[in-house]
C-alpha cells in the first residue's frame, strides 16, 4: 500500500504483484476512473520510487495493538466523529 498527501488530499494505491489493484484519492473529482492525483503520484512510483514511503496497511497496524490500545483508538476516533456509533 502506498499512501501519499499531496497538499489536501491523501491517496491510496494498492499494490499486488506490483500491479496496481485499489487506488483511491480524498478528493471530490467526479471522473469515473483515475483523478490526476492518482495518476501523479503513480507516475512517481515508476519514475521515482526511492522518494515514496510504503507503508504497512492498516490490517498490520491493527494486528500490532492490545485490547488496551485498540479501545483508546476507538475512542479517539469517536470522539471526532460520533456519528460512528449508533444508539
Excluded at 28 to 43: K, R
Aim: a negative charge.
Amino acid at each position: 500500500m502506498i499512501n501519499c498527501t499531496i497538499i489536501d488530499y491523501r491517496v491510496s494505491i494498492g499494490l499486488r504483484e506490483d500491479e496496481v489493484n485499489t487506488a483511491c484519492c480524498s478528493c471530490s473529482s467526479d471522473f469515473e476512473g483515475w483523478c490526476q492525483h492518482i495518476v501523479a503520484t503513480w507516475l512517481v512510483c515508476l519514475r521515482q520510487p526511492e522518494a515514496i514511503e510504503q507503508r504497512q496497511s492498516l490490517e498490520q497496524i491493527l494486528e500490532r495493538l492490545n485490547e488496551a490500545q485498540t479501545q483508546t483508538l476507538i475512542q479517539k476516533l469517536v470522539a471526532v466523529k460520533p456519528e460512528l456509533v449508533n444508539d
